[in-house]
Structures are given as structure tokens and as C-alpha cells.
């Protein structure tokens, strides 16, 4: 167990719908990361958070935001889903903006 | 942006033979440089990284060596045992923060044989 916990573990929604992911950090982290895992392009880097703050954006598109809480749990919104949303989001944390990441279990969403 | 080539994409090796994995990276700026093992439906883990500064790095059975020059490095793992088997992912960062901007390459898929 990595200490960093996501929600739900699988998701299952239609096209057109909007859903949230919700990630824990391990105690102590203030650094909060979100990848996109699909069959076909990999891990994805979204989004990255430090101590409440957006300090980087990788490819993230427009129907997706995120934001992490003064209690330094984060959540990643998308909205607008498409068939082509489905994928693995994983969640990964460290303690600063340089330290080993620590990835949650992941949520499997499905767009139908 | 920074591109990551990862190869071979399958990778079969008989039990006790060495695996290496390699990468290519687009820009010469990234200067951090992970490995990631991800077993069948669980997570991605840090197994070793190296940063720009130095060339060669071992833990245990696993190693990874950087070329600058030729923007490429490799993962090596020698005596291969079949928990090795996973798929393993290759990162590069241009960020003075190591973790950020990580661009993944797309996984290398090892099976050991027992």
C-alpha cells in the first residue's frame, strides 16, 4: 500500500456526463499529480499541484479541471465525457516537487 | 515538448538471463530520468532513477546508464526472476523539480520464462 488513496475504483458513466475523481496524498506530501493511463498512449501526465497551487499543466484537455483542497486532497473533474475519456486515472503524490512518487491504486473509468 | 521512445515494446527472457530495456529523449534540457515497474492491474513503482549528472546507477540486480550525447538510456536487470516479470516504463523530466512535466515513454511489456 502506497498511502495514497483514490475514489471510486471503477467509475462507470455515459457520454456527455461529468464525474470526480478524488485523491488522498500520503500524510505529509504536499505535492499531488494526475495521470491518464490508456492502452494506447501510456501514462499521460494531466495535472500537478503544490501546497494548494496549479504549478504544472501537461496535456490536459479543457472539459477536464482539478484543484487541491487546504487539506491537500485533490480532485480531478471532467466533464463533457467522450468515449475517448476512458481510461485509468491514476493519482501520485510526493513530499516536495522533486521527491519519489507514490501513485494510488487508480480509478478505471468507463465512458459508454 | 519532450518526447520519450521506449524499446522494445514485448521482451521475453529465460529465467536468470539480463533484460535491457532502452530510451531515447527529444530534449537535451531534461536532466531526471525514472524507471517505473508496473505489475499486472496495480501500480506504477519507482524501482530507480539517475539524474543528468551521472552516468550509471545500480541497485541490486536492477542498473540504468545515461548517454547525454546521444540522449538514450537503458535499464538493465541481470538474473532475471520471474517476479521481474511487468511492464516497465521509462520517464524524462526537464523540470529543475524532477517530478514535474514527466514525459512517460510507452512501456516495455518483460515475461520471464521460467
Known amino acids: 500500500d502506497s498511502g495514497v488513496t483514490q475514489t471510486p475504483k471503477h467509475l462507470i458513466t455515459a457520454t456527455g456526463q461529468r464525474v470526480t475523481l478524488r485523491c488522498s496524498p500520503r500524510?505529509?506530501?504536499?505535492?499531488v499529480y494526475w495521470y491518464q493511463q490508456s492502452l494506447d498512449q501510456g501514462l499521460q501526465f494531466l495535472i500537478h499541484?503544490?501546497?494548494?497551487?496549479?504549478?504544472a499543466k501537461g496535456n490536459i484537455l479543457e472539459r477536464f479541471s482539478a484543484q487541491q483542497f487546504p487539506d491537500l486532497h485533490s480532485e480531478l473533474n471532467l466533464s463533457s465525457l467522450e468515449l475517448g475519456d476512458s481510461a485509468l486515472y491514476f493519482c501520485?503524490?510526493?513530499?516536495?516537487?522533486?521527491?519519489?512518487?507514490?501513485f494510488g491504486s487508480g480509478t478505471q473509468l468507463s465512458v459508454l | 515538448g519532450e518526447n520519450v521512445e521506449q524499446h522494445p515494446s514485448t521482451l521475453s527472457v529465460q529465467e536468470g538471463d539480463s533484460a535491457v530495456i532502452k530510451c531515447t529523449y527529444s530534449?537535451?534540457?531534461?536532466?531526471?530520468f525514472p524507471w517505473y515497474k508496473q505489475e499486472l492491474g496495480k501500480r506504477p513503482q519507482l524501482i530507480i532513477d539517475?539524474?543528468?549528472?551521472?552516468g550509471e546507477k545500480k541497485d541490486q540486480r536492477i542498473a540504468v546508464t545515461l548517454n547525454k550525447t546521444a540522449k538514450h538510456f537503458s535499464l538493465h536487470i541481470t538474473e532475471t526472476q520471474p517476479e521481474d516479470s511487468a511492464v516497465y516504463f521509462c520517464?524524462?523530466?526537464?523540470?529543475?523539480?524532477?517530478?514535474?512535466?514527466?514525459?512517460f515513454g510507452t512501456g516495455t511489456r518483460l515475461t520471464i520464462i521460467p
Open positions: 520517464a524524462a523530466s526537464i523540470s529543475n523539480f524532477g517530478n514535474e512535466k514527466l514525459t
Open positions: 530534449d537535451s534540457a531534461s536532466n531526471y
Open positions: 501520485a503524490s510526493s513530499v516536495d516537487r522533486a521527491g519519489k512518487l507514490f
Open positions: 499541484y503544490y501546497n494548494g497551487e496549479e504549478r
Open positions: 500524510s505529509g506530501d504536499l505535492s
Open positions: 539517475i539524474r543528468s549528472n551521472v
